[in-house]
């Protein structure tokens, strides 16, 4: 099921001003999806690109090298763990046992074993993770780097996508271009920086939607009221065009930026019948859904593989909104400073396995693989050697990511870690590099980069094509 929201706040009349006021002026139709439309409305050439749209799964918490696609089986067992190890598809690259299905892919996807970034605090990392810079990120104890936080990555190939027409084929159906699955990105219960637009502006901004294991997809930025249902939208727009041919308009309502055009299409084209089957996961097999694995994570994937098969070109699966895990207060996040060989057993190893899986499967069943880069990454790694609380502390200096999909080749590893996976033993590759990528899979040139402002810092991965 679709679920919009339920706010409670009413007068005498049925809707109160602050709720009405809330829907016009919300990030999304107030300014984002409703300008969206209007740029689209100019209607140009898209960029060009193997890689029609991405999927960014952001593994948040940062997940051990050692423990998924850099195992060590040869390290003294304080390093490599109680796991053991099994062969890939591709010769002579093992992964951790708990990985089966991801293994049997391996001729899908490239493994990169020699990620480092710039710091072990989760919301820096973060920052530079999801931007491919340093500038803006604010540390837990709540000190900013200096400069102006530059946009996501999503929200650069928002910004080419839109500058070239926001267009990815005739008849797409003008969905937002950068969409994430999942609620903003918090360590310690505080908001870290660089998921949006940045110096970009809130323009590109991501559109937000959640899945609820109970209720199904929701839409933060849709926080109808109970007696404002989707079925009574076009008769408030009536009531509207009628006020407005009487002069009759309110001057408070005059003010909000919600009664034009492009507004009233985008709240009707979110709240649309069609709009609203797109984000039903019901409307697939059980079968499907029980590949993907009844998990939050896994019906995101799913989610996700909807929306790009919607022709969205950007698309980001946050695996949880905090770093802890459920019992540190939080909500299954990858940062197990104790008993993370339990948690990767039980739960973090055989979700990832299932879901990533099932989408790699799904998108080259369906024809899509090759048009969608699908990248696998965390913020950061886990320390190789294992603490007295049997768990891994934070680790900038090695980590892996894994992109298969929008004309990567599959059954390669670029880079390799020592042999106790503590630092690049080859190819070093930072988080500037992986953006730099992405943008060149999506079509993004170097002189358009530069002409939009947007010009990463990294340079391709070339060993990945």
Same mark, same amino acid.
């Given at each position: 099921?679709?679920?919009?929201?339920?706010?409670?706040?009413?007068?005498?009349?049925?809707?109160?001003?602050?709720?009405?006021?809330?829907?016009?002026?919300?990030?999304?139709?107030?300014?984002?999806?409703?300008?969206?439309?209007?740029?689209?409305?100019?209607?140009?050439?898209?960029?060009?690109?193997?890689?029609?749209?991405?999927?960014?799964?952001?593994?948040?918490?940062?997940?051990?090298?050692?423990?998924?696609?850099?195992?060590?089986?040869?390290?003294?067992?304080?390093?490599? *763990?109680?796991?053991?190890?099994?062969?890939?598809?591709?010769?002579?690259?093992?992964?951790? $046992?708990?990985?089966?299905?991801?293994?049997?892919?391996?001729?899908?996807? %490239?493994?990169?074993?020699?990620?480092?970034?710039?710091?072990?605090?989760?919301?820096?990392?973060?920052?530079?993770?999801?931007?491919?810079?340093?500038?803006?990120?604010?540390?837990?104890?709540? %000190?900013?780097?200096?400069?102006?936080?530059?946009?996501?990555?999503?929200?650069?190939?928002?910004?080419?996508?839109?500058?070239?027409?926001?267009?990815?084929?005739?008849?797409?159906?003008?969905?937002?271009?950068?969409?994430?699955? *999942?609620?903003?990105?918090?360590?310690?219960?505080?908001?870290?920086?660089?998921?949006?637009?940045? %110096?970009?502006?809130?323009?590109?901004?991501?559109?937000?939607?959640?899945?609820?294991?109970?209720?199904?997809?929701?839409?933060?930025?849709?926080?109808?009221?109970?007696?404002?249902?989707?079925?009574?939208?076009?008769?408030?727009?009536?009531?509207?065009?009628?006020?407005?041919?009487?002069?009759?308009?309110?001057?408070?309502?005059?003010?909000?930026?919600?009664?034009?055009?492009?507004?009233?299409?985008?709240?009707?084209?979110?709240?649309?019948? $069609?709009?609203?089957?797109?984000?039903?996961?019901?409307?697939?097999?059980?079968?499907?859904?029980?590949?993907?694995?009844?998990?939050?994570?896994?019906?995101?994937?799913?989610?996700?593989?909807?929306?790009?098969?919607?022709?969205?070109?950007?698309?980001?699966?946050?695996?949880?909104?905090?770093?802890?895990?459920?019992?540190?207060?939080?909500?299954?996040?990858?940062?197990?400073?104790?008993?993370?060989?339990?948690?990767?057993?039980?739960?973090?190893?055989?979700?990832?396995?299932?879901?990533?899986?099932?989408?790699?499967?799904?998108?080259?069943?369906?024809?899509?693989?090759?048009?969608?880069?699908?990248?696998?990454?965390?913020?950061?790694?886990?320390?190789?050697?294992?603490?007295?609380?049997?768990?891994?502390?934070?680790?900038?200096?090695?980590?892996?990511?894994?992109?298969?999909?929008?004309?990567?080749?599959?059954?390669?590893?670029?880079?390799?870690?020592?042999?106790?996976?503590?630092?690049?033993?080859?190819?070093?590759?930072?988080?500037?590099?992986?953006?730099?990528?992405?943008?060149?899979?999506?079509?993004?040139?170097?002189?358009?980069?530069?002409?939009?402002?947007?010009?990463?810092?990294?340079?391709?991965? $070339?060993?990945?094509?």
């Amino acid at each position: 099921m679709l679920f919009l929201g339920r706010q409670r706040q009413r007068t005498c009349s049925g809707l109160s001003r602050r709720s009405f006021l809330q829907i016009g002026g919300s990030t999304i139709l107030g300014l984002t999806l409703a300008d969206l439309l209007r740029l689209r409305a100019s209607g140009a050439t898209p960029a060009s690109g193997s890689a029609k749209s991405v999927i960014l799964l952001w593994l948040w918490g940062g997940p051990s090298q050692l423990d998924t696609f850099d195992p060590k089986p040869n390290a003294p067992i304080e390093y490599r *763990g109680p796991f053991s190890t099994i062969p890939t598809k591709t010769t002579g690259v093992r992964v951790t $046992e708990f990985f089966p299905k991801i293994a049997a892919l391996s001729d899908q996807f %490239t493994l990169i074993r020699s990620m480092n970034t710039q710091s072990n605090d989760h919301g820096v990392a973060g920052t530079i993770g999801l931007t491919g810079s340093m500038t803006g990120a604010v540390n837990l104890g709540g %000190t900013m780097s200096g400069g102006a936080v530059r946009p996501a990555t999503g929200a650069i190939v928002a910004k080419a996508r839109l500058a070239s027409g926001g267009s990815n084929a005739p008849g797409d159906n003008k969905l937002p271009p950068f969409m994430v699955i *999942g609620g903003k990105l918090h360590q310690g219960k505080k908001a870290i920086t660089g998921e949006g637009g940045g %110096t970009l502006g809130p323009l590109y901004d991501p559109f937000r939607l959640e899945y609820d294991p109970l209720k199904g997809t929701k839409i933060p930025g849709l926080q109808l009221t109970s007696d404002l249902t989707p079925d009574r939208l076009q008769d408030r727009k009536q009531l509207m065009s009628e006020f407005e041919k009487l002069g009759q308009l309110p001057d408070h309502l005059r003010s909000v930026q919600a009664i034009d055009e492009y507004r009233w299409q985008a709240f009707s084209m979110l709240t649309a019948p $069609e709009a609203r089957k797109m984000f039903d996961l019901s409307q697939e097999s059980q079968t499907t859904i029980d590949r993907y694995g009844r998990t939050r994570f896994g019906q995101s994937c799913l989610l996700a593989r909807r929306l790009v098969e919607n022709r969205v070109p950007f698309v980001q699966v946050n695996w949880s909104d905090h770093v802890e895990a459920e019992e540190d207060s939080g909500d299954g996040g990858w940062d197990h400073h104790y008993r993370n060989f339990q948690i990767m057993q039980d739960r973090h190893a055989p979700w990832l396995d299932q879901a990533l899986s099932a989408l790699l499967i799904d998108l080259k069943e369906r024809g899509l693989l090759s048009s969608t880069l699908v990248v696998a990454v965390g913020e950061f790694g886990r320390s190789p050697k294992i603490n007295d609380k049997a768990g891994r502390e934070h680790w900038e200096k090695c980590y892996c990511s894994l992109l298969a999909g929008g004309g990567v080749a599959g059954g390669r590893v670029v880079g390799s870690s020592n042999a106790k996976a503590e630092f690049p033993h080859d190819r070093p590759v930072t988080p500037a590099d992986l953006a730099a990528t992405i943008h060149h899979c999506a079509g993004i040139t170097t002189e358009q980069a530069v002409i939009l402002g947007i010009a990463p810092g990294g340079k391709v991965v $070339e060993e990945l094509f």
